[in-house]
């Protein structure tokens, strides 16, 4: 086909462009290429709108001496348009083959992304796998978006610590690296003896060979990418169960002093205790995994175990991870602007739990930031806070501010009738602002768009009483 007939219609285009990125054939009509790119306002390359990820199952191989991870990733989707060629997330690393519905199929590299082209077009809403062989040495992210930490595949003294949130998943596994596409997950971690891994979900076996143990791990609660981790060191695991039945895992770096926090049980009484206010725990298991890493100091929300880097000490943070099991990881950001649904809520958790402890009431919290908080605090619109600024302080404690607020405005009872109902409509799905909004009016039968636009889409402090 001549360049000068491909550019004559829209659809010639499209299969020409097919035809250039490496298909072998031109598809029949009606086929195109799933558009790389979802479109979010601060990551608007991550992830691709023509299939629908459903599984993961990951065969991953850690070498601690090298830092080398071989990876075979085997994903199962479903079509959501006639597809000719797709894209997945993978930054950096070294792709030996792909293989679509077991037959080799071409692919090239692009920033950050795997452009797949199959042997023949994949038809809309039909199941389909790829294969993804690869290996390299994951690299992590850095820059503003989490505080100038680096984030993503980080080496320990004795192994690794993952932290995706929000875009660095794929610098170590091949997905569809985008919130609204959740999938379950198994991972099989092959370290040497000695040391562990930890993943999502449940062990479910560990085997010996050669030297070499593989630990499986199964997570059959849809789960967002973002959300996926593996650790691999040195640990001590203690594994029981929350007096209301679930299921606990905590992994604690054999290297740290035994903390001052006593994380088993904690875990416990906020897995607990959030059930009783939020509604019915959304996984197999909770836990914690306790780790070091140098010139890290944060923890992380991944699911079933949040991640905590040890300088992370207070009770407050395992209550404020815990919380995010129901806010951010079962009702999961439809787009990254609206991150205060997973931070306010879980930091008016943190808040709750104080108060539950007798450490603080909720109403002093509220003050302390109303009173305290820098001017530049005030500057962050908390319901559009931009990319670089998406985890601003403004985003946690604003946003938590914003839900006494309403709970001040509605009354206890609707209020927390609202924390279960949101848990609930969205559970392991997604949810925006103006779905909560909706759902507060419905509940509280007010009128209440006056007030969150005042407290997450206006600069400056609010007054009271507005
Ligand atoms: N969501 C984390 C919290 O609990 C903050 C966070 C965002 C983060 N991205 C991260 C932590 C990356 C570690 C690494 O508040
Ligand atoms: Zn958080």
């Known amino acids: 086909m001549s360049l000068r007939l491909c550019s004559l219609a829209i659809a010639a285009t499209l299969v020409c462009q097919v035809v250039l990125s490496g298909g072998t054939a031109a598809e029949p009509k009606g086929y195109r290429p799933g558009a790389s790119g979802l479109g979010d306002p601060y990551f608007p390359s991550l992830g691709n709108d023509g299939y629908d990820a459903r599984h993961y199952d990951l065969s991953l191989s850690y070498n601690p001496g090298t830092s080398a991870l071989e990876g075979v990733a085997t994903i199962s989707a479903k079509a959501t348009q006639n597809l000719s060629s797709f894209s997945l997330d993978l930054r950096g690393l070294h792709v030996s083959k792909v293989r679509v519905n077991g037959r080799t199929a071409s692919f090239r590299r692009g920033d950050a992304k795997i452009f797949i082209t199959p042997r023949h077009g994949i038809p809309n809403k039909t199941r389909f796998t790829v294969e993804v062989r690869y290996d390299g040495v994951p690299q992590p992210l850095g820059g503003p978006i989490v505080d100038d930490s680096k984030y993503g595949w ?6 690794v610590f993952t932290t995706g949130e929000p875009n660095a998943t794929s610098t170590w596994m091949p997905c569809n690296d985008y919130p609204t596409d959740k999938a379950t997950f198994d991972f099989r971690i092959k370290v040497p003896k000695g040391l562990t891994a930890i993943s999502n979900g449940r062990l479910a076996g560990s085997r010996e060979a050669n030297g070499q143990v593989t630990y499986t791990w199964r997570g059959h609660r849809p789960m967002a990418t973002y959300l996926a981790t593996v650790t691999i060191g040195k640990f001590s695991t203690r594994s029981g169960r929350t007096p209301r039945g679930v299921p606990l895992y905590i992994a604690y770096d054999q290297n740290l002093p035994a903390g001052q926090l006593d994380f088993y049980k904690i875990t416990s009484a906020a897995t607990d205790y959030w059930t009783q206010l939020f509604g019915p725990y959304p996984f197999e298991e909770t836990g914690a995994v306790v780790d070091s890493v140098p010139g890290v100091s944060y923890a992380l929300e991944t699911q079933t175990k949040p991640s905590y880097a040890v300088p992370v000490r207070h009770e407050h943070t395992i209550a404020h991870e815990i919380a995010h099991q129901w806010f ?3 009702v999961t950001v439809r787009q990254w602007k609206d991150i205060w649904l997973n931070e306010g809520f879980a930091t008016y958790a943190q808040w709750l739990w104080a108060d539950r402890t007798g450490t603080k ?27 670089d600024t998406m985890f601003a302080d403004a985003v946690y404690r604003r946003g938590a501010m914003t839900l006494h607020v ?7 009872r609707p209020f927390f009738a609202l924390l279960k109902a949101w848990a609930q409509e969205h559970r392991y799905e997604n949810g925006d602002t103006r779905q909560l909004i909706a759902l507060a009016e419905k509940i509280s039968g007010r009128q209440l768009d006056g007030l969150f636009r005042t407290w997450l889409f206006t600069k400056g402090r609010p007054p009271l009483g507005s």
């Open 154 to 159: 980080l080496k320990t003294d004795d192994g």
């Open 328 to 330: 951010g990881n079962s």
């Open 361 to 387: 009431p909720v109403e002093k919290a509220f003050r302390e930031v109303y009173e305290g908080a820098p001017p530049e605090f005030w500057d962050i619109v908390v319901g559009d806070p931009q990319r």
């Open 406 to 412: 309403l709970r001040k405005e509605i009354g206890d």
